[in-house]
């Protein structure tokens, strides 16, 4: 089945305690991004990567990393949590975004940062 | 200003009515996405638009390039139909996509 999974599914942590959250995708989608959801906000890009290697910051970078060394994989890393990183992080892929370009979403991951 | 400016904000129905959702834009795209985000959360691509029209059983999709403007409607709504739907653009200069901030849709039954 196609799928972009997450995991994981919901997190409470401490500010300052570093984390990961794992992104994973079976559909062999070049393009993969990370986003935020806040209330009154709306959906964010945090980064997003065009293949292998390759990484680029969207609109809310700041306290974020990631990392892109298999196709399939792009996790997303905060050193240093704080409150304000609370959100809902929706990782997605698809082939392209135009073109063949249809977006898959993972499920998202509710981050609370205390 | 926002670049993606979706309409209406959160729109309320009675079954069966054709709904109407607009997505107004300022910037040259290569192109756009309609998404769907259920109640639960989850978010589903309805559909991807560079020029004219798509449609899928009960939605259709269309864009205006010239006009900045893309429509989703839906046919004989129904309740399964409520959720947040979601306008986001791919603008022609960088990769980065822009998202409207929804439009809530409540069908009743």
């Known amino acids: 089945e196609a799928q972009v999974t997450q995991n994981p599914r919901y997190l409470i942590t401490v500010t300052g305690k570093k984390l990961t959250v794992t992104c994973s995708q079976n559909?062999?989608?070049?393009?993969m991004s990370w986003y935020r959801q806040d209330p009154g906000l709306g959906l964010r890009q945090i980064y997003y990567?065009?293949?292998?290697?390759?990484?680029d910051k969207g609109d809310v970078p700041e306290g974020y990393k990631v990392s892109r060394k298999e196709k399939r994989n792009f996790p997303l890393i905060l050193e240093s949590p704080s409150p304000n990183q609370t959100s809902l992080y929706f990782c997605?892929?698809?082939?392209?975004?135009?073109?063949?370009?249809?977006?898959?979403f993972g499920p998202g991951t509710r981050l609370t940062v205390t | 200003k926002n670049e993606v400016e979706q309409s209406p904000q959160n729109l309320t129905a009675q079954e069966g009515e054709f709904i109407t959702i607009n997505c107004s834009y300022s910037?040259?795209?290569?192109?756009l996405h309609w998404l769907q985000q259920h109640p639960g959360g989850g978010i589903v691509s309805l559909f991807m638009?560079?020029?004219g029209k798509k449609k899928h059983g009960r939605l259709i999709a269309t864009i205006n390039i010239q006009e900045k403007h893309s429509s989703l409607h839906i046919t004989a709504s129904h309740p399964r139909d409520s959720a947040v739907y979601i306008c986001a653009i791919l603008p022609n200069r960088d990769d980065k996509i822009i998202f409207g901030k929804g439009t809530r849709l409540h069908i009743l039954p």
């Open positions: 910037v040259g795209i290569s192109a």
């Open positions: 559909m062999n989608h070049e393009y």
């Open positions: 638009l560079s020029s």
């Open positions: 997605a892929s698809s082939f392209s975004l135009a073109g063949v370009g249809e977006q898959y």
């Open positions: 990567s065009m293949n292998v290697e390759v990484t």
